[in-house]
């Protein structure tokens, strides 16, 4: 119930193409679902977020697709760049008591080749 | 500017001899957290405090102990590390539970031997 499922575990994509990573979540009570990049030797740092109520939010060249039905909920890259190569974590955050807290997937190392 | 900050950044010891790793952010936030990164495992939480003198079980606590007894700092205690604590932690703040983002430090990685 509390799982965030992401998939895939790692992704090669040449550069100007489009990295897709997916995530999946059981826990209905979830109501806000970000996603995070880290670069090596860093911290996750928030990329970009959205909650149930809209479809897909884009800033920029990074676009979040949720299906709210299917409990699915995506992160597109456009143009993918070499500078994009980071792990990429979603993440789900749930409404009152241990809820309130972020769940991580496993995370996607994506490469981006030039 | 604002940021999170742990020490120390590398630590190798000993089976069994205590250790503490700090965290404090200047940021006046409120909700502060531990998690630790393992290959394939992602990031799974160990401790959260809601406050000061307001902490609780994550979903991995066994082994670690936590205090806050002041708003900007978290530190996380190992009383007696074992080699399967060897990981990458990191301290994350946000300024409320349900605020939008978690600001996270630059991680600790951490070696028992």
């Known amino acids: 119930q509390q799982q965030v499922k992401q998939s895939p575990q790692s992704l090669i994509v040449q550069k100007g193409g489009i990295s897709i990573i997916n995530c999946a979540y059981e826990?209905?009570?979830?109501?806000?679902f970000p996603w995070y990049q880290q670069f090596p030797g860093k911290g996750p740092a928030l990329l970009i977020a959205?909650?149930?109520?809209?479809s897909e939010k884009k800033e920029g060249r990074f676009t979040i697709s949720f299906n709210k039905s299917a409990k699915q909920f995506s992160l597109h890259i456009m143009d993918s760049q070499p500078g994009d190569s980071a792990t990429y974590f979603c993440?789900?955050?749930?409404?009152?008591?241990?809820?309130?807290?972020?769940?991580f997937g496993k995370g996607t190392k994506l490469s981006v080749k030039p | 500017e604002a940021q999170v900050t742990q020490n120390p950044r590398y630590l190798i010891t000993v089976t069994g001899k205590k250790l503490t790793v700090t965290c404090s952010q200047n940021m006046n936030h409120e909700y502060m957290s531990w998690y630790r990164q393992d290959p394939g495992l992602g990031l799974r939480q160990i401790y959260y405090?809601?406050?000061?003198?307001?902490?609780d079980k994550g979903d991995v606590p066994e082994g670690y102990k936590v205090s806050r007894k002041e708003k900007r700092n978290f530190p996380l205690i190992l009383e007696s590390p074992s080699p399967n604590q060897t990981s990458l932690y990191f301290c994350?703040?946000?300024?409320?539970?349900?605020?939008?983002?978690?600001?996270f430090g630059q991680g600790t990685r951490l070696t028992v031997v």
């Open positions: 405090s809601m406050n000061v003198e307001v902490t």
């Open positions: 826990n209905t009570a979830f109501d806000y």
């Open positions: 993440a789900a955050r749930g409404y009152g008591g241990s809820q309130g807290n972020l769940i």
């Open positions: 959205i909650r149930p109520d809209v």
């Open positions: 994350a703040s946000s300024y409320g539970r349900r605020n939008t983002e978690a600001f």
